[in-house]
């Protein structure tokens, strides 16, 4: 009776191998399929975020080390991650740089295409993913009407009213505004370490 019981133990775990394998090797096939078309979408929506900032201006992509941050000197002082950086141009001339951060709102990262002039102003932002954010609320992030209120201002100086700046926070969600806001700081002051 025990030897059954083994032979059977045996069969039940060959058949799981089995399974498992084919279910691998399909999941590696799908990868492979698909991992090019997201590569190209990200790339699309970086590209997107680079023009809506910067309109009409010349990208060149900065090398930036994994893991990079920037400690911001505000109020509510967070550490942001640097994800991408970008020094732009525009008829040939220095027109600032462009740098994607991920700060850390309510519900994870925001991810954040911020336009800095020479002058170290806000040209504009752009929110390319705040989808863990939630729906109704945080994720309003990637609407324009928030996103405008950032051109023009100088970029150290960007804060929501609560913290005495200007920026309007999103109702009900002052968090991920307040995480975009130190995102916006750390890409100006990224920017500024550049000159």
């Known amino acids: 009776m025990a030897g059954k019981q083994k032979n059977e133990f045996v069969q039940?775990?060959?058949?799981?191998?089995?399974?498992?394998?084919?279910?691998?090797?399909?999941?590696?096939?799908?990868?492979?399929?698909?991992?090019d078309k997201i590569a190209q979408i990200n790339q699309q929506k970086i590209e997107d975020s680079l023009a809506a900032v910067m309109p009409g201006a010349e990208s060149e992509a900065i090398e930036v080390a994994e893991g990079t941050t920037v400690k911001t000197e505000t109020k509510n002082a967070t550490t942001v991650e640097i994800l991408s950086a970008y020094k732009m141009t525009k008829d040939g001339a220095d027109a600032g740089y462009c740098v994607e951060v991920g700060p850390t709102g309510f519900g994870g990262v925001v991810d954040t295409m911020v336009g800095i002039d020479a002058d170290g102003n806000i040209t504009g932002i752009s929110v390319i993913s705040a989808s863990q954010e939630t729906p109704g609320l945080g994720a309003n992030s990637t609407k324009p009407e928030f996103q405008e209120q950032f051109a023009g201002l100088a970029g150290t100086e960007v804060a929501v009213e609560k913290d005495g700046g200007s920026i309007v926070a999103l109702t009900g969600a002052t968090i991920t505004s307040r995480c975009i806001s130190e995102g916006v700081v750390a890409a100006a002051m990224f920017a500024a370490q550049q000159g």
């Open 12 to 35: 039940l775990g060959g058949i799981l191998c089995a399974i498992t394998l084919v279910v691998a090797l399909a999941l590696g096939a799908v990868n492979a399929v698909t991992v």
